[in-house]
């Protein structure tokens, strides 16, 4: 399996950093082929008050990994008596990853979150590279989410101008890539921690486009 083969299977997850926290998204589509297996996937999901992620790629690898970086970002706030960085995170990630790295689990996965240091973003491919990004995003639908990134995001704009950006990139997505869909969720990590955007607020930005 190569990047550009697992980058290609479906979905599309965004990340993207403001100057007071971060933003994931992502469709909700579930594929095999061009099989529609379910319309309502997680695949943002919460691993601490502070810290979160979006998987892409095969279910099982992924939701693998999410369970793994739950359970040591819990065994590590127990232990240091604080919540744990965003880069130890990626890294415990990207070790995993690369531990894997002959028969590699086949899963993109992007860390966010706010730490000590302020917002931070990170972009993880199958064989334990690890990037810091600005923005990013994964999946089919991420060439298309890219034109739209490319064109609106700037650096320090705020969690209130980068909401709509992210929305705007996964809902074009949505529109162009046949193996994303259905709906969104959309989580922001600010220094009040963990939040995901409810049905109301959702599609009030979808009406603002």
Do not use: W
């Amino acid at each position: 399996m190569t990047i550009d083969q697992l980058t290609f299977r479906g979905t599309t997850t965004v990340g993207a950093v403001g100057r007071d926290g971060v933003v994931l998204a992502s469709d909700t589509r579930v594929t095999d082929g061009s099989l529609v297996v379910h319309k309502k996937g997680k695949k943002v999901f919460k691993i601490s008050d502070y810290l979160a992620m979006t998987i892409s790629g095969v279910v099982a690898d992924a939701q693998r990994t999410v369970e793994m970086l739950r359970a040591n970002a819990r065994i590590y706030s127990l232990e240091r008596k604080s919540a744990m960085p965003v880069a130890v995170a990626a890294r415990l990630v990207a070790n995993l990853f690369f531990s894997y790295r002959l028969y590699p689990l086949e899963a993109q996965i992007v860390i966010g979150g706010m730490d000590d240091s302020g917002p931070h973003l990170y972009s993880l491919d199958p064989f334990g590279s690890i990037i810091e990004e600005e923005y990013v995003a994964t999946g089919s639908g991420s060439p298309v989410a890219y034109g739209v990134l490319e064109e609106r995001y700037r650096k320090g704009l705020s969690l209130h101008e980068v909401l709509p950006i992210v929305v705007q990139s996964v809902n074009s997505a949505i529109k162009r890539d046949a193996a994303s869909g259905d709906s969104y969720d959309v989580a922001v990590i600010d220094k009040t921690g963990y939040s995901e955007l409810g049905v109301d607020e959702k599609g009030k930005f979808l009406t603002d486009l």
